[in-house]
C-alpha cells in the first residue's frame, strides 16, 4: 500500500508544470506539480510524521471539464500563454505564477481497489473559492426530499413578527474604532 498523505489543506509551491499523457490512447492533460511538507500517516504504528512530498494537479480537457481546467489554469494559476502549448516550456518560464504559495485540499481516493491521494482542489491562500449553485430542479427536488416548507412555516408561526423585534444593531460613535 502507498504511503498516504493525511487528508487536508496544505501550502505548497509549484515544482514544475506542463501537458502529460495519462494513459495510452488517453487525451493529453495539464500538469502541475506540488512540492510541499505533509502530514504522512502510517496505519501499521497508528502514527503520524512529518515529510516532503510531491504530488501533480492535472486538468482534463474532456467534455465538461475544458472550461474548468481553462479557468483554473487562468485564474488560478494566471495563466500567461494565449495558445496552451506554452505550458510545455515550464518551470522557470513564469507561464503560470511560479512564485505563489498555493494551498491545496488534498484527500484520499480509491480507484480499482486502490487508495492513493489526489489534489481535490488548489486554491489562493486567503480568496474565497467560488461556489456553484444548485440549478432550480436540484434544489426544488432538495428543498422537497428535506421537507424545508413545512420546517420553514412551523419556524415563521413561532417568530414574532418583525415589527415587534426590537432592533438591537450597535451604534458607533464617529471616533470609535470600528471591530472589523
Avoid at 82 to 97: A, D, F, H, K, P
Avoid at 135 to 156: I, M, T, Y
Wanted: with cysteine; proline share 5%; glycine share 8%.
Amino acid at each position: 500500500m502507498a504511503e498516504l498523505i493525511k487528508p487536508g489543506t496544505y501550502k505548497a509551491r509549484v515544482i514544475d508544470y506542463g501537458f502529460t499523457q495519462p494513459k495510452e490512447g488517453k487525451q493529453p492533460q495539464a500538469m502541475v506539480m506540488f512540492e510541499f511538507m505533509a502530514t504522512i500517516w502510517d496505519a501499521q504504528t497508528n502514527s503520524a510524521s512529518e515529510s516532503i512530498k510531491k504530488l501533480g494537479w492535472f486538468g482534463s480537457f474532456n467534455g465538461g471539464a475544458k472550461p474548468i481546467t481553462v479557468k483554473t489554469l487562468v485564474e488560478t494559476f494566471e495563466f500567461k500563454g494565449r495558445t496552451g502549448v506554452e505550458l510545455l516550456e515550464g518551470i522557470g518560464s513564469n507561464q503560470i505564477n511560479e512564485s505563489r504559495v498555493y494551498e491545496l485540499e488534498i484527500e484520499n481516493n480509491t480507484w480499482e481497489g486502490k487508495t492513493n491521494n489526489r489534489i481535490k482542489y488548489v486554491n489562493i491562500p486567503g480568496q474565497a473559492r467560488t461556489l456553484e449553485k444548485l440549478a432550480q430542479a436540484d434544489a426544488a427536488k432538495f428543498c422537497g426530499d428535506l421537507g424545508l416548507a413545512a420546517d420553514f412555516a412551523e419556524a415563521k408561526n413561532a417568530a414574532p413578527p418583525a415589527s415587534k423585534v426590537e432592533n438591537h444593531a450597535p451604534t458607533f460613535d464617529e471616533k470609535e474604532e470600528i471591530p472589523f
